[in-house]
């Protein structure tokens, strides 16, 4: 066998690693960091399958192999990104017609609590005029930055840190019922209530940023993953019309993810629209969607775009939403089956959550 040979099957042999540790339920922080680049290591898969065929003779069986796992592997990890792509069908409906009292618009912004550049973020508030402002990472120097929106945001909720896990929450509609909880760790807040809608209709809001599997912040993805579970089975009982956004810390495309989805009943408008990746700002090929807004089925969907860079890690993420109830009759639920939800409140057990529910 040819050196050239060799050094293709030992690339095509890691390449395989990614799909089958994404694969699995383990929850080692280095395993579920698989979970995130799927559309680089596709990108990669197929560039490394393309220089294979044609440095291969196919003369042994150990070719035909390498090249038969290297397509599975990359029709595994297209499987799991192909909902987000403009080929997919579309989980929620445009807006048509309708009205325009019934509109919510939400701007979704990890500010980095280092960054400095207050300014940034500021034009986009003042071009976008969101009707709510959710920034993560945000501390008092933040909070003193954001002050002069208080004129127009008159309701606020403020929880600045300095732990990278402060959230501030500003809106023009009326917030009630606010609290801030903290749902699996003592320092990682987040902030539950209902916003009130210009027509009177109240809306149940979740703004989330959980803990994120890494080696510097936690070993395991066991308690990022119980509060999203834990959230989506408390949302599924409450059958209101609900929000839910922050930075997950968690793809949109991961098994976890997914499953909230699932268990809440809650639609994603990236589905067929698009990748929306927010994270990583400053590394171009090394970017997928870690900042969400999901919503229930009485939601059809205006606009939906990532902004520009405000000198943070993350892009902000806009959203404008149009409520309507009879949206419920054509867009149907996402749904849990029995065996995953068993798998759900194992991760929620296995947390130890502080409180139960939300």
Known sequence: MEISELIMLVACAVLLIPSIASATRFDKWWIRAFDFP??????????????????????????????????????????????????????????????????????????????????????IVNRRQPD?????????????????????????????????????????????????????????????????????SKIRIHCMHPRPPSPSEAQTSTNRDAELLMLGRDVRKQDESVLVFGDLNDVAWSRTTRLFQQMSGLMDPRIGRGFFNTFHADYLFFRWPLDHVFHSNDFTLIDIAREKHIGSDHFPMYIKLNFERKAELEQNKPEAEDEEKEWAQKKIDDAKPRENGV
């Open 38 to 123: 799927r559309i680089q290591i596709s990108i990669l898969i197929s560039i490394v399958l393309v220089i294979a065929i044609f440095v291969f003779d196919f003369s042994e069986v150990i070719h035909f192999i390498a090249i038969g796992l290297l397509i599975l592997s990359l029709l595994y990890q297209l499987d799991k990104i192909y909902p987000y792509t403009w080929f997919a069908k579309k989980e929620v409906m445009q807006f048509e017609d309708g009205d325009p009292t019934d509109n919510i618009s939400i701007l979704v912004s990890n500010v980095l609590t280092p960054n400095k550049d207050y300014h940034k973020l500021l034009e």
């Open 132 to 200: 709510i402002l959710l920034t993560l990472e945000s501390d008092k120097k933040w909070e003193e930055a954001l002050k002069d929106l208080e004129k127009d945001y008159k309701y606020c909720v403020k929880v600045p840190q300095d732990n990278l896990y402060g959230m501030h929450l500003y809106s023009k509609l009326k917030l009630e019922e606010t609290e801030v909880r903290y749902l699996v760790k003592e320092d990682i807040p987040s902030i539950h209530g209902f916003v009130r809608l210009d027509d009177n």
